[in-house]
């Protein structure tokens, strides 16, 4: 197992904030360039950013940014944050369990740091998407996790084939094994097991990942950030002027529902973050705006 340097975090932390600057600036351009069809009178969204903080004055918070009730984006959020401090005993007994964790507790001290991104669209015709990477140190292991999603309200086959595309071209061009397994672990990792279905089409996950070489990780973690927008971006702009009915509206609800359900029961960043004391505002940003429940 190698552990990252000080110098390793740093350089991770500014690239995940390099990110989320490249990825607010996409948005906003897509913002402005809906000047025909729906909503295209009403004001181009704007990000709003305000300062995350952990409770109690544990160590470390972030920046949430939020663009709410735009022409493409009912709701967009892109956090970053880079936290440290002690694990909870829940954490820690967690942790304990694996065998390349062996003496954290003699020791439950951490750091980590991320973006993560969840939009949910004001036309059913365009999908949901979540994408995040983090890093997360311990002194005995640390490792790079991370990976997107696409959560059409209404598939199109063509749509799912070229997100898909894009990311196995991305991991290609570090392991041909890489796709595969990802591609596997999304799938089973976004199932909403309560329901026996996948929240989406799903994408590529990953975690745990410390192949011996932090710089091959870190820039296939890279790889998978800037895919994000390759992949995203097109298909809002195939869909951007179409119209939707009410009927498409409601099926678009229903399924929102489905992905908050999976958020609060299944998801690994959800549990993390509100177990690790960061503020709960940023930590259920990923919430959609509006859901329905049949």
């Not at 229903?254 to 992905?259: D, L, M, P, T």
Request: proline share 5%.
């Amino acid at each position: 197992m190698v552990l990252a340097t000080d110098a390793q975090k740093k350089l991770a932390e500014n690239w995940f904030k390099d990110l989320r600057n490249q990825i607010c600036i996409a948005f906003e351009d897509l913002e402005n360039s809906q000047i025909s069809g729906p909503n295209s009178n009403a004001a181009p969204g704007r990000f709003e950013t305000s300062e995350t903080k952990r409770d109690g004055g544990l160590g470390g918070g972030g920046l949430m940014s939020v663009l709410r009730g735009g022409r493409i984006f009912e709701k967009v959020g892109v956090n970053i944050s880079t936290v440290h401090g002690t694990l909870n005993p829940m954490m820690q007994k967690s942790m304990a369990s694996r065998k390349d964790m062996v003496g954290i507790e003699e020791n439950p001290i951490f750091w980590a740091s991320g973006i993560s991104l969840v939009a949910h669209m004001n036309s059913p015709k365009m999908p949901a998407v979540h994408m995040n990477t983090r890093m997360f140190w311990t002194p005995v292991a640390s490792w790079f996790g991370g990976g997107t999603d696409l959560n059409p309200m209404i598939e199109v086959s063509e749509e799912t084939a070229f997100f898909h595309d894009i990311l196995k071209a991305g991991c290609d061009k570090h392991d041909l094994r890489y796709y595969p397994k990802f591609k596997k672990w999304a799938d089973e990792y976004f199932m909403i097991k309560h329901w026996g279905e996948t929240r989406g089409v799903g994408g590529v996950f990953f975690d745990d990942l410390n192949s011996g070489s932090w710089i091959n990780d870190f820039n296939f973690t890279k790889e998978i950030g800037n895919a994000f927008l390759e992949a995203f971006i097109p298909l809002c702009e195939k869909n951007q002027n179409k119209e939707w009915t009410d009927a498409e509206r409601e099926v678009q609800l229903i399924k929102r529902g489905r992905y908050a359900e999976f958020n609060l029961v299944y998801d690994r960043g959800t549990h993390f973050g509100l177990q690790s004391g960061h503020d709960p505002s940023a930590v259920l940003m990923s919430l959609p705006p509006i859901a329905k429940w049949p």
